[in-house]
């Protein structure tokens, strides 16, 4: 299986920015659909942004217009940066095959944590 993993994270106050980057053990970012996911403590893992293979982008409603989600296909990485940030977008940020993670089969790596407080 593919294995990601997962940097960028760190602690930042309201209304920072931070870059997060995956790299994957293949290069697979170029014909794969990729997402982020994050999850906080007691919380469901939340879906917050996706990149396809036509570089086409979507976005959870809760962090439209204040993250991005590109790609770097030569590098074999998947970024996100992250703008305005807010308290509650604190959690451990992945990133994964969207498919696999449909089908509950995805294989995570360790995630990157962000703490957002001031």
């Known amino acids: 299986q593919v294995q990601f993993v997962e940097s960028g994270g760190g602690l930042v106050q309201p209304g920072g920015s931070l870059r997060l980057s995956c790299v994957a053990s293949r290069s697979i970012f170029s014909i794969y659909s990729i997402s982020w996911y994050r999850q906080a403590p007691g919380k469901q893992r939340e879906l917050v942004a996706t990149?396809?293979?036509?570089?086409?982008?979507d976005y959870g409603d809760t962090v439209k217009g204040r993250f991005t989600i590109s790609r770097d296909n030569a590098k074999n990485m998947v970024y996100l940066q992250m703008n305005s940030l807010k308290p509650e977008d604190t959690a451990v940020y992945y990133c994964?095959?969207?498919?696999?993670?449909?089908?509950?089969?995805?294989?995570w790596g360790q995630g990157t944590q962000v703490t957002v407080s001031s």
């Open positions: 990149i396809i293979r036509d570089d086409s982008t």
């Open positions: 994964n095959r969207r498919e696999l993670v449909r089908l509950g089969i995805g294989s």
